[in-house]
């Protein structure tokens, strides 16, 4: 399918005065830190350098003494603390993160992880019955869920056990009644609800060690959580939470961490994916999280957990070799399921008549069908609902574009829906095999009803037009001052308009090779899938510049995203 080109706005006055201002930024860079919304040279500056120092005070979170209050008493009593996650990245590495804080400060800690096939997802009846059978705590502390576990709380209460709730979820109508419920989004427009789980965990983290060396605690005075950052990098970029303000803050701090980490299973993790030296936000969704999240995929969170958790090398070494497998298999299984959706979805769609595409099969593996949804949307460039079927009922995963909320959908189709969430662009339900045609029809109705008259090819947001020249190591130098790259904080697209293709090649059948030349200036690009989209004469190219490292020697080369005949 081919894509809009669509320019971002620039105000070209202010980005003179930034140019002239900063003088060690050339103009592309001075034109997207006025996009990112900088006014003054001063607030590019900070942009550009952000700083542990200026992380705001923990205890600016709603209940956030009560719960050091309580987890302190925990510990110095010697009580059993249970922290309790989540199966996704951002569970894992929040539980990993706050198990390690807890015991670095003397406390007697378990974790615990639900499994998404038997549990389900959150501070669930189940999930809290077998934790507690499990490990017995007197105090169990969430990362990640619980804001609206209601009766679960209520239910640990008769148990005997206090629940203390970390959490960056919305509150749905009645919240826990926890000894503490430490959620940013409990205040509307609160400076920390962009944190991710994880984010949250680590403000409990700061405020225990704050609290700690304030009353003199040695333990707190000698615990460096700068050590720690690297679960807060990964598991806020695999979130998809935005890369602004603090969370910029941690997961450019984090990403250093983990190139020299202390931690036997990051150094694991990192061997086995070959990585050595810079680590980017790339890598932490890329590399990082699809490993994690395979465990719980497959069915063995607890895997990624432990591997976190040990400080023994040849284990963190066996760990990883596990989530290396896993995600070979999740890789396989999404493969088939792609290739399987992809032939139902050609051999019946029309372009006029299919704007809400739902496809469901006996046996889909749900652990992986919203990755295959987010595919078939990248295909297709319509929203997709992808369901595995299982003994008469479904659970299925949506994933939109930016011209349909994909919960209008479902609320269209509520009657037919056993259950559902989410948000604007992912949600997921559990639906009835009787009801599954009947849903088909009326989730592409609703879609046709916003999307027919739509441009529904995939837009492509390219940031400014550059000459070639001006794709140098100055613009590199830059790109990484403006990093670290994620939700909200994309990674440049430039665009170079009218250049020559002086050589083409063809790479293990599907990706293409060039060497641009505007006459003056000649430059590498790669293609990734794109064997077949070299048009003939000059071409236009969006792109996004990347260092490439072969053989001990790095060069500039042009990331493709598109290209097309010159305009």
């Known amino acids: 399918m081919s894509k809009q080109w669509k320019f971002k706005p620039c105000d070209e006055a202010l980005v003179e005065r930034l ?14 830190l006025a996009q990112r919304g900088c006014k003054t040279a001063e607030q590019a500056v900070e942009f550009m350098n952000p700083s542990l120092s200026t992380l705001r005070d923990p205890f600016e979170l709603p209940d956030m003494d009560k719960a050091v209050e309580r987890i302190r008493h925990a510990i110095a009593e010697g009580e059993k603390i249970t922290v309790f996650g989540d199966y996704d990245s951002d569970g894992i590495c929040s539980t990993a993160l706050l198990v390690r804080v807890l015991r670095a400060l003397g406390g007697e800690v378990s974790a615990f992880i639900p499994n998404r096939f038997d549990d389900g997802y959150g501070l669930s009846l189940d999930s809290l019955k077998t934790c507690v059978e499990k490990n017995s705590p007197s105090l169990i502390v969430t990362v990640d869920c619980g804001t609206n576990s209601v009766e679960t709380v209520e239910r640990a209460k008769e148990l005997g056990v206090d629940v203390v709730i970390t959490d960056h979820h919305e509150p749905s109508g009645s919240v826990a009644d926890a000894v503490a419920l430490v959620n940013p989004k409990r205040e509307e427009k609160h400076p920390d609800s962009i944190l991710a789980g994880v984010g949250v965990a680590f403000k409990l983290s700061h405020a225990l060690v704050k609290a700690g060396r304030d009353a003199g605690c040695p333990l707190a005075a000698v615990l460096d959580l700068r050590d720690l950052l690297g679960f807060v990098a990964v598991a806020t970029v695999t979130d998809m939470v935005p890369l602004l303000g603090e969370n910029r803050i941690l997961v450019r701090a984090g990403l250093q961490s983990l190139e020299n980490s202390k931690l036997a299973g990051w150094n694991a993790l990192k061997k086995m994916a070959g990585l050595q030296g810079e680590i980017q936000s790339w890598h932490a969704g890329f590399t990082f999280g699809p490993r994690i999240n395979a465990a719980g995929r497959i069915g063995r969170a607890d895997a990624a957990l432990e591997l976190f958790l040990t400080d023994l090398p040849a284990r963190a070494e066996e760990l990883a070799d596990f989530l290396e497998n896993a995600n070979r298999e999740r890789q396989a299984i999404e493969k088939e399921i792609v290739r399987e959706a992809i032939e139902e979805i050609d051999a019946t769609f029309d372009a006029e008549k299919d704007f809400g595409l739902v496809i469901a099969r006996e046996g889909w593996h749900i652990g992986v069908i919203g990755i295959v949804a987010s595919r078939l949307v990248r295909r297709t460039g319509r929203p997709v609902a992808v369901i595995g079927m299982e003994k008469g009922s479904g659970r299925g995963s949506c994933r939109s574009i930016d011209a349909f909320n994909i919960l209008d959908g479902l ?16 949600a997921g339900f559990e639906i009835k095999e009787s009801n599954l045609e009947a849903f088909k029809e009326r989730f592409n109705a609703a879609a046709a009803e916003q999307l027919k008259e739509a441009d529904l090819r995939l837009v492509l947001h390219i940031d400014q037009k550059i000459e070639l020249a001006e794709a140098d190591a100055s613009l590199m130098d830059g790109l990484k001052r403006m990093g670290p790259f994620g939700q909200d904080n994309p990674e440049p697209v430039w665009a170079i308009c009218g250049v020559t293709v002086d050589d083409s090649r063809i790479l293990k059948e599907k990706h293409l090779k060039l060497a641009l030349s505007d006459g003056s200036t000649r430059m590498d690009a790669i293609g990734f899938n794109m064997a077949e989209k070299l048009p003939a004469g000059p071409v236009d190219v969006a792109f996004t510049l990347q260092e490439n490292s072969w053989n001990g020697r790095t060069t500039l080369q042009l990331n ?8």
């Open 411 to 426: 609320n269209a189709c509520s009657g037919l829906l056993t259950q559902f969430g989410g948000h604007a662009m992912a």
């Open 19 to 32: 140019f002239q201002c900063l003088g060690d930024v050339p103009r592309p860079v001075a034109a997207r």
């Open 560 to 567: 493709l995203k598109d290209i097309r005949s010159a305009e």
